[in-house]
């Protein structure tokens, strides 16, 4: 097929902090050199920040490196933290805390804020665009151009396909946005970054890659329990009761909102656990309805999180382009952050791509990004926490918590030792007979609510009519094996009501039904199917949530 087709310097694809990161530090080594670059990222969201989900507190490190004028310049961090509150749930009812004397050093969060993640990604495109980047939201990435072992650019998903992959009225063909460099920066488990990860083996003798669910809403609440800058974190309750480690936060910010999420590590081994079940009954909980009752819920999302560390670190060059941020995986989560690290990579990316431009390469791998990478504060960073993740799915979040504790307060450094977690999170679902069944309770509409109006109220849509994105390599699976050995756990983990078993029209049986319309992007089903059966690709571009605040 014929499509029209734009050249770029550098490609950026994905418009959250390490996307938008780099591309402001590719423009200011262009404008300081004198030189004339043509920089762009497509963003597969209606708008920058749509479908950016996180947290958030804030670290602002990277923030201070690439504008270090930042609050003069307006950037949307209103809310420091003011004190830290670590709670260690031991039932539904009963919690302690724990004292600050107690808590590993990197869970302390003196001089960070807490903020809207999306927010700031809104105020980075600003500084983008002033500096001369083309920022294109509602385009999604749904190809990469590879020629002769090369990256040049990538393919733009058609708009106005039906269903049945026929052209509707108004159909128009995906571009053909080709670079020297392109940069993937599309957050936990691109599509895309997964594909080139395969196809250049840049997890050759890694660590599987390790990831979290984290749901999360936004609330007003009562003005007079309201803390501007409290962080609150928790570990025990809810989760421990089925088996499976993570924990939930709550953070005041400005306004007289808070967030309130759960974390649930996708290793849980019982097939009948709902992490979305789950963060409803922790809602009720003391420490958390305190601060929740009387208020009200006014957004709702999910997004699964890259928690595997330096361990799982692929190689994030390759002929013709990076992969940087959460795409590959540099979260800290011994700090419950991610941000400050996808931005320092998108930092670190632009430099190494700067410097190749510089010297007249087009496509040729940038080797030197990897010294660059182990020179940075980024590198020491994740190293030193290597031991966290392995050590919270080995000995759970008790004994883990006490080894970071060890690591980082009294060693001040890590152990001579690295812990491995080996098993991949689709392997570690035990058969549905050998677990114990959990009933979860109704939602009271007041503290506590279904999946569907949840969706509801993260602004969920796409084009009804239009190929499904969640695609099964075998169709067959969910009834035949998933149900009976794991009662088909994607009616459980999928937070958003995608995934049902269901009677048929006719009488005649079951089938697995896909509602692609209610799906926010989250993919956890790419990462827990036991069968590894089911692929997240980009529906039409401008799908999806579109997240206010969040």
Request: glycine share 10%; with cysteine; charged share 25%.
């Amino acid at each position: 097929m014929e499509r029209e087709s734009m050249e770029f310097d550098v490609l950026i694809v994905g418009g959250g902090p390490a996307g938008l990161s780099a591309a402001c530090r590719v423009m200011q080594l262009a404008q300081e050199a004198g030189e004339e670059l043509t920089v762009c990222v497509v963003e597969k969201g209606s708008e920058i920040g749509a479908h950016i989900l996180a947290g958030t507190v804030f670290e602002p490190t990277a923030l201070n490196e690439l504008f270090p004028d930042w609050k003069e310049k307006g950037a949307p961090l209103n809310t420091p933290v003011t004190r830290d509150d670590i709670f260690l749930l031991k039932n539904q009812e009963k919690a302690t805390k724990i004292p600050n004397a107690f808590v590993p050093r990197n869970m302390h969060n003196h001089g960070n804020y807490i903020i809207s993640l999306g927010n700031l990604c809104r105020w980075l495109a600003e500084q983008a665009e002033q500096l001369g980047v083309e920022v294109y939201p509602g385009f999604a990435a749904s190809e990469t151009i590879i020629e002769d072992g090369q990256v040049k650019g990538i393919i733009t998903g058609d708009m106005g396909v039906a269903r049945d992959g026929s052209q509707k009225d108004g159909y128009m063909p995906g571009m053909e946005l080709r670079a020297k460099y392109t940069l993937f920066t599309e957050g936990c488990r691109g599509h895309l970054g997964k594909r080139l990860i395969n196809d250049f083996k840049l997890d050759e003798g890694k660590d599987p890659q390790h990831y979290g669910i984290g749901i999360k809403e936004l609330w007003d609440i009562d003005p007079a329990k309201h803390e501007p800058g409290l962080v609150v974190h928790t570990t025990g309750w809810p989760l421990n009761e089925s088996g499976s480690t993570g924990g939930s936060f709550l953070y005041h910010l400005e306004n007289g909102q808070v967030y309130v999420g759960l974390i649930t590590d996708l290793s849980y081994s019982n097939p009948h656990l709902s992490p979305f079940e789950e963060f409803q009954r922790l809602k009720h909980h003391p420490e958390i309805k305190k601060y929740l009752e009387g208020g009200k819920r006014v957004a709702y999302g999910a997004r699964a999180i890259s928690k595997g560390g330096y361990n799982a670190l692929p190689k994030m060059s390759f002929p013709g382009g990076l992969l940087l941020g959460c795409d590959a995986g540099t979260l800290n989560s011994s700090k419950i952050k991610g941000s400050h690290t996808a931005m320092k990579s998108g930092l670190l990316g632009a430099e190494a791509v700067f410097e190749a431009l510089k010297e007249g390469k087009s496509g040729e791998e940038i080797t030197s990004f990897q010294k660059r990478f182990e020179d940075s504060w980024l590198y020491k960073e994740l190293y030193a926490e290597r031991n966290f993740g392995p050590a919270m799915h080995k000995f759970g979040n008790v004994v883990g918590g006490a080894i970071a504790f060890f690591e980082q307060n009294i060693l001040r450094g890590s152990l001579p030792i690295t812990f491995r977690d080996t098993t991949p999170d689709y392997a570690t679902l035990k058969p549905a007979s050998e677990c114990k069944k959990i009933s979860y309770p109704k939602p009271d509409n007041k503290l506590t609510f279904d999946r569907l109006s949840s969706v509801f109220i993260s602004n969920t849509n796409h084009e009804e009519d239009q190929p499904v994105h969640l695609k099964l390599t075998d169709p067959d699976i969910p009834l035949k094996d998933n149900l009976p050995k794991y009662d088909e756990p994607a009616q459980r983990y999928c937070p958003a009501g995608v995934y049902e078993v269901v009677e048929k029209d006719d009488g005649s049986g079951k089938k697995f039904q896909i509602n692609a319309q209610n799906c926010v992007h989250c993919k956890t089903c790419d990462i827990k199917d036991p069968a590894q059966n089911i692929t997240w690709v980009t529906p039409e571009g401008g799908g999806g949530p579109n997240y206010p605040n969040m």
